[in-house]
């Protein structure tokens, strides 16, 4: 059976594990989310900057 992924609503990473997220910590997450980035350079990315994204990793679009 295949992992469900998760996305944090504070941030919006994306994990598999735990019930937290590993990356701000918040506990608010979600399984439901739409579209997936994967920023590698933050400081140099255009689409980082407008999503407000300042670490690389790879995060939602869009959280329910």
């Known amino acids: ?18 019930e937290k997220c590993p990356k701000c910590g918040s506990a608010s997450i979600t399984e439901n989310w739409k579209g997936k980035i994967e920023i590698i350079n933050a400081e140099n990315s255009e689409i980082a900057k407008e999503l407000k994204l300042n670490d690389k990793g790879i995060y939602t679009i869009k959280v329910d």
């Open 1 to 18: 059976m295949a992992k469900k992924t998760k996305a944090c609503k504070k941030c919006r990473f994306i994990f598999e594990e735990g």
